[in-house]
């Protein structure tokens, strides 16, 4: 799988391809630094001085970086695929191989601390269900009243709940066709789309 990059991560990362292969793993160093600690707006300063740049260049270099990374790692993308993907951008042999060796060294580090940023919901674990038929009471002699009771064990992190659901066919059926066709909605190019602009 290939990474896709759009124009403006091409832009930001255009800047490395004029600077020395020891600037590109300071950058990459300071890439790594910020996905661990946080953003440190000093450290732009001090880079962009010693570079003659603006701030800003620098700093859109290392966001472009800590894209790069986060994004190949986040999809577990390939040593060969990594290499197509920032074919693209127009860089010299020695500076695909260190972001090369940069991506190998760290997208396990990586993959760990956004496990660790992602949020925890509580997910499916298991699920019980009982249908039950009433059909009769002391004051109705005909009536036939159906209904499901679900279990629904969730687990959030290390703690499990249950939760204990009771509803009729009918209502079970709308609900069902309700979960059903926002699945559906969620293969839609436009939620594609929106989901895509979410993650980034």
């Given at each position: 799988?290939?990474?896709?990059?759009?124009?403006?991560?091409?832009?930001?990362?255009?800047?490395?391809?004029?600077?020395?292969?020891?600037?590109?793993?300071?950058?990459?160093?300071?890439?790594?630094?910020?996905?661990?600690?946080?953003?440190?707006?000093?450290?732009?300063?001090?880079?962009?001085?010693?570079?003659?740049?603006?701030?800003?260049?620098?700093?859109?270099?290392?966001?472009?970086?800590?894209?790069?990374?986060?994004?190949?790692?986040?999809?577990?993308?390939?040593?060969?695929?990594?290499?197509?993907?920032?074919?693209?951008?127009?860089?010299?042999?020695?500076?695909?191989?260190?972001?090369?060796?940069?991506?190998?060294?760290?997208?396990?580090?990586?993959?760990?601390?956004?496990?660790?940023?992602?949020?925890?919901?509580?997910?499916?674990?298991?699920?019980?269900?009982?249908?039950?038929?009433?059909?009769?009471?002391?004051?109705?002699?005909?009536?036939?009243?159906?209904?499901?009771?679900?279990?629904?064990?969730?687990?959030?992190?290390?703690?499990?709940?249950?939760?204990?659901?009771?509803?009729?066919?009918?209502?079970?059926?709308?609900?069902?066709?309700?979960?059903?066709?926002?699945?559906?909605?969620?293969?839609?190019?436009?939620?594609?789309?929106?989901?895509r602009n979410i993650n980034k």
């Amino acid at each position: 799988m290939l990474l896709l990059l759009e124009d403006d991560h091409k832009r930001h990362l255009s800047f490395l391809i004029d600077v020395d292969v020891e600037v590109v793993q300071e950058f990459c160093r300071i890439a790594m630094e910020f996905i661990r600690k946080g953003v440190n707006p000093k450290v732009y300063q001090s880079a962009a001085q010693k570079l003659e740049v603006k701030p800003e260049v620098i700093q859109n270099g290392v966001e472009g970086l800590i894209y790069l990374l986060t994004e190949s790692a986040k999809l577990m993308i390939s040593e060969i695929d990594y290499q197509d993907s920032i074919m693209t951008l127009g860089f010299k042999e020695d500076l695909k191989q260190q972001l090369l060796q940069f991506y190998l060294e760290n997208r396990k580090e990586v993959r760990e601390i956004l496990s660790r940023m992602s949020m925890d919901l509580p997910h499916y674990h298991n699920l019980e269900w009982r249908f039950d038929v009433q059909l009769a009471s002391r004051s109705l002699r005909h009536q036939v009243t159906p209904l499901v009771t679900m279990k629904l064990h969730t687990e959030d992190s290390e703690k499990k709940e249950v939760h204990v659901l009771q509803t009729d066919p009918v209502n079970l059926l709308h609900l069902t066709q309700t979960l059903e066709g926002a699945l559906a909605e969620m293969k839609s190019t436009h939620c594609r789309r929106i989901v895509r602009n979410i993650n980034k």
